[in-house]
Nanobody
């Protein structure tokens, strides 16, 4: 499985942006949970949002609830992260990730923590200016 993330860039506080992640190499939404992690400067990587392989349900870290929306275009094997109301503390490198262990994956997303998952894309930087 390969994951290719894009989007991000420089955004003003209160602004919005959308990240995309295209999955290939045998990826299917019913086999792998997929989502986004982020790593701010000097901090550990943390979960943001994901789509569960079990039933397509979405899950969010508290920091993302109400502001971020994860969605998918299954025909295009693409996952999106729409981010609204951005704050300077959202500044981070955002990574797309996928794994077959949906319980572990969802757990770390909701807990805003990190683990070694099977597949990672290259990060894309989101900078929110104050």
């Amino acid at each position: 499985v390969q994951l290719q993330a894009s989007g991000g860039g420089l955004v003003q506080t209160g602004g919005s942006t959308r990240l995309s992640c295209v999955a290939s190499g045998g990826f299917t939404f019913d086999q792998y949970s997929i989502g986004w992690f982020r790593q701010a400067p000097g901090k550990e990587r943390e979960g943001v949002a994901c789509i569960s392989s079990f039933d397509g349900s979405t899950h969010y870290a508290d920091s993302a609830k109400g502001r971020f929306t994860i969605s998918s275009d299954n025909a295009r094997n693409t996952v999106y992260l729409q981010m609204e109301g951005l704050k300077p503390e959202d500044t981070a490198v955002y990574y797309c990730a996928a794994d077959g262990d949906r319980v572990k994956f969802v757990h770390h997303i909701v807990q805003a923590s990190h683990a070694d998952f099977a597949f990672w894309g290259h990060g894309t930087l989101v900078t929110v200016s104050s």
